[in-house]
């Protein structure tokens, strides 16, 4: 299987109950993935072949290779 270099983004929830949902890529975007974090948990999870976006739902913290970004959720 050839390594790819695919980007990785951390979620650390702010409460409990916070969901992160993969999207996946094509023609036809859907959830594939839904993670449901409580208060202090972090995910560290990658874009890959099949996931082409995340959802964060909650408060929480997102850090990426392109900065950090705060839900106001």
């Known amino acids: 299987m050839e390594e790819k270099d695919y980007d990785y983004f ?42 082409s976006a995340v959802k964060v739902r909650g408060k929480a913290t997102v850090l990426t290779k392109h900065g950090k970004v705060e839900t106001d959720e």
Request: glycine letters at 10%.
């Open 10 to 51: 951390v979620v650390k929830a702010k409460e409990n109950g916070v969901h992160v949902i993969g999207l996946t890529r094509g023609q036809d975007t859907k959830f594939h993935h839904t993670e449901k974090l409580d208060k202090g948990e972090v995910l560290i999870a990658q874009f890959t072949d099949h996931t």
